[in-house]
């Protein structure tokens, strides 16, 4: 109970300090996504990545599930946001799926392309992934390809840092999503983060979904079950898929009014 009390406490303090408080700026908007980025030095510009040798490579997992086009049908997403994107097989998979929907939804991808999950480096196949030079891993590389061979190039916006930093950038921004998909951390404390931070950037209205609500990864249960046990929202499962759907808040206008 101290250790779950004790993280609450942190993440109302981040979130109130750090995501939430007021700013001036102005919302952002798809068609300001390039210039905003490049404000903070992400041009877009991969003409000096070294890709020679690879090849298409979309492993992923469950980045096909029927849960994406649901989602991508229902809420027609101007802006979405995916923490942890990994090689882009669902950002890829979401991205054609926008397109046959004739959506022109722009992807912000939050990673560090550093292979931050533990597990990943004690699993060959996955280590070999990370495509490794001098210890140091690559695998930012892959992910550009894989968006170039499909063309999607235009409509994704790489951030290449950890999710709590992303956060404050796109607080920072401006920048507010109509869907949020969450697939990085799978311990407790970094599934709540990651909840507790892109809520904040999710529009009312819009979804917030994600994956590996399985028991052999607790931690990803407890968080979720407490962030909609706490934020008083309904929680949907679909095999391992969870989604969250942010409630249209009431004007304070129209409540005085009412009462």
């Not at 750090?18 to 980025?37: D, K, M, Y």
């Not at 951390?185 to 529009?203: P, S």
Request: net charge negative; hydrophobic share 40%; proline share 5%.
């Amino acid at each position: 109970m101290h250790v779950k009390s004790s993280l609450r406490t942190r993440l109302a303090r981040f979130t109130h300090h750090g995501v939430t408080s007021a700013n001036s700026v102005e919302p952002a908007t798809p068609e300001s996504l390039p210039s905003l980025f490049e404000s903070i030095g992400i041009d877009r510009d991969y003409a000096a990545l070294d890709l020679e040798g690879l090849e298409l490579d979309l492993q992923g997992w469950g980045s096909e599930h029927p849960i994406f086009e649901d989602v991508i049908r229902e809420y027609s997403p101007r802006i979405l946001i995916e923490v942890g994107t990994w090689k882009g097989a669902s950002l890829l998979h979401m991205h054609a799926l926008s397109r046959a929907c004739n959506h022109q939804t722009q992807f912000i991808c939050v990673d560090t392309w550093l292979g931050s999950n533990a597990p990943l480096w004690f699993d060959p196949e996955s280590r070999a992934s990370l495509l490794l030079r001098g210890g140091y891993p690559t695998m930012f590389r892959q992910f550009v390809f894989n968006v170039q061979a499909r063309g999607a190039e235009a409509d994704v916006f790489p951030l290449p840092m950890t999710s709590t930093t992303a956060a404050r950038v796109l607080r920072r921004l401006g920048v507010v999503a109509d869907v949020v998909y969450v697939d990085g951390g799978h311990e407790e404390e970094e599934v709540a983060t990651d909840l507790a931070l892109y809520f904040q950037l999710l529009r009312d209205g819009g979804a917030m979904f994600g994956d590996d609500y399985h028991p052999r990864l607790s931690g990803v249960i407890r968080a979720v079950d407490r962030f909609a046990h706490e934020q008083r929202i309904s929680l949907s499962v679909t095999d391992t898929k969870w989604l969250l759907r942010k409630p249209v808040r009431r004007s304070r206008s129209r409540s005085v009014q009412h009462a």
